[in-house]
């Protein structure tokens, strides 16, 4: 597999880290706590809890620095956690796999690619599952294979 060589015309899945989202909490409970001191004064406890509920968005919602490239796809083929997962010279297909689990009614979506390997016989198949905290959805990591494959089999 080769290492990942990094460039501008390419489609990143970025997965976010659980830092942030520990910060958040953290940031969260300490308004609430600080808001609790305030009991007395009643207007002035709601302004804290305001203030630092707005401050916890805001750390979400703030890109993530700590965020790592999950997939990127771009005119040599598929990359996986920087790591070349296909070219598209052995890309056959891929599709949204969904997984419904009854028991406790959630929902599991993968991405299952398949390809062959060189010097190797038969396919390979290679599922690749978002755990919910990427910037993108699995939807559009599927056009974004097809656009890239398609303008590499021009290429071909």
Known sequence: ??????????????????????????????????????????????????????????????????????????????????????SWSNYIGSCIQHEYHGENNSETLAINVEYYKENESGYFLNQLYFAGTEDRTEYEVIDAIEFFYEKAKCNL
Do not use: P
């Open 1 to 86: 597999m080769s290492i990942r060589n990094t460039t501008k015309n390419s489609f990143e899945v970025k997965r976010t880290s659980y830092y942030v989202f520990v910060k958040a909490i953290l940031c969260f409970f300490w308004g609430i706590l600080l808001a609790a001191s305030f009991i007395k004064i009643l207007i002035l406890s709601y302004l804290t809890l305001a203030i630092f509920i707005g401050l916890s968005i805001l750390i979400i919602s703030r890109k993530d620095k700590h965020a790592i490239t999950f997939i990127e796809i771009d005119k040599d083929g598929i990359w996986v956690e920087n790591q070349l997962l296909t």
